[in-house]
């Protein structure tokens, strides 16, 4: 991003001078980098907090199916907007223990990034599945899937698999919800076939 701001902004500065239409245009990828470089730095920051425990759980007990319905809320408009589904299958109470700002966070890192891989289909799964002891999350998307080679590092800081290269983001979402994870001594993994679609899941406890 500071690439592309200085070279724009010296742009705009030594040769575009009074031709406002590419003046603007200019000062639009600007904008955008600016943004990008924000959420960049954002990300770096908050996964530092959480991997250094400067930023520790606040453990309650709560609902999580409640939690997964509000927060599938929020995607109303993005899936009305370009005819997608997000199919919330969250039937029954599901009792646990963790930090719902955290676990907040969690499900729109990878509600994000099943969007971001959405198949022709235009539909994601949200599960919530109850356990003797808690409940397991499921996030699905039927897009192109994670080759096998890729699936040991997605998890890994700035990874990107060669299928996500060029695409937009930070490449901090996923180790940010993996220190969340961690921090909670929650499991979690990946199922992925290419053309098929990839699951991401992670199970909680109640106490």
């Keep these: 991003p500071l690439t592309l701001i200085k070279g724009y902004a010296e742009t705009v500065r030594d040769i575009t001078g009074d031709d406002k239409a590419h003046r603007n245009e200019q000062m639009n990828i600007i904008v955008d980098e600016a ?18 425990g400067a ?5 309650v007990d709560f609902d999580m199916s409640d939690l997964c319905f509000e927060v599938a809320g929020r995607y109303d408009a993005l ?14 109470p599901c009792p646990v223990s963790a930090d719902p700002a955290m676990m907040e966070r969690v499900m ?3 509600l994000g990034n099943a969007f971001h891989h959405i198949g022709a289909d235009g539909q994601v799964v949200l599960r919530v599945l109850p356990q003797p002891d808690g409940c397991r999350v499921e996030i699905e998307d039927h897009g192109p899937g994670i ?4 699936l040991p590092y997605i998890f890994d800081r700035y990874y990107r698999s060669r299928s996500d290269a ?3 983001g930070t ?29 991401f899941w992670f199970i909680m406890t109640s106490e």
């Excluded at 990008?36 to 250094?52: D, F, H, I, N, Y």
């Excluded at 930023?55 to 453990?59: A, G, Q, S, T, V």
């Excluded at 899936?79 to 029954?92: F, G, I, M, S, V």
């Design 35 to 52: 943004d990008r470089l924000t959420a960049l730095v954002s990300s770096v920051m908050e996964l530092s907090k959480v991997q250094s």
């Design 55 to 59: 930023e520790k759980p606040n453990l």
């Design 79 to 92: 899936c009305d907007k370009n005819h997608w589904q997000l199919d919330l299958q969250a039937n029954e």
């Design 108 to 110: 729109h890192n990878l």
């Design 147 to 150: 080759a096998a080679e890729d």
């Design 166 to 168: 060029g695409k937009q």
């Design 171 to 199: 490449g901090l979402g996923l180790s940010i919800t993996k220190a969340i994870f961690q921090q909670h001594g929650f499991r979690f993994g990946v199922q992925s076939t290419v053309g098929k679609g990839t699951t």
